[in-house]
């Protein structure tokens, strides 16, 4: 759980249906990105690097650690904006720190402050045996008119009612008073 937003849950199958359709986008099919886990405090990705990713020299190109880490950072913070409100990124600040040429490369990140407008995550790349590649960190805007949930939906033709974004949490009833008004 984050700790931005401790009482969150994502609904799994509104999950299951977001990362399908981000899934679907061009991008990030060229990139071979896929979304392995996403939830409240947490987005994870892996990209198989393949020779289409790599720069002149044989090495990945910065900007596929750019792109990753912009589309983790931003996922991560899916989980602490509300269902009515949407955000872009403002910036996002890349540190290189070593390039790979073959294998897979995960991609983790987690939220650090969820403002009432600006919201910054970080992450980190790294390779298959665990050396660090790549850290970032995103600060982005957040409002009910920047790339809502919506806006998705009709660029990708989606007609289909869409889960809610949260599980709502039963209410708790205090068995000690419960007991005490029965007269246990």
Excluded: W
Aim: charged content about 20%; aromatic content about 8%; proline content about 6%.
């Amino acid at each position: 759980m984050s700790y931005l937003s401790p009482d969150r849950k994502l609904n799994p199958d509104h999950v299951r249906m977001f990362i399908d359709i981000v899934s679907k986008g061009e991008f990030y099919q060229m990139l071979g990105m896929r979304i392995t886990d996403l939830r409240v405090g947490l987005c994870e990705a892996e990209v198989d690097v393949a020779p289409r990713l790599l720069n002149s020299f044989g090495g990945i190109h910065g900007g596929v650690y750019a792109s990753i880490l912009d589309t983790v950072t931003y996922l991560a913070m899916y989980g602490e904006v509300d269902e009515h409100e949407g955000y872009a990124t403002l910036d996002l600040v890349v540190n290189d720190l070593k390039s790979v040429n073959s294998g897979t490369i995960v991609a983790r990140a987690k939220p650090v402050r969820s403002g009432r407008h600006i919201l910054l995550a970080e992450a980190e790349i790294r390779s298959e045996a665990g050396s660090l590649l790549a850290t970032g960190t995103s600060k982005m805007f957040k409002a009910p008119n920047v790339q809502p949930l919506e806006q998705m939906l009709k660029y990708h033709q989606i007609d289909e009612p869409f889960p809610p974004k949260f599980v709502k949490k039963p209410a708790i009833v205090n068995p000690g008073r419960a007991s005490t008004a029965l007269g246990a």
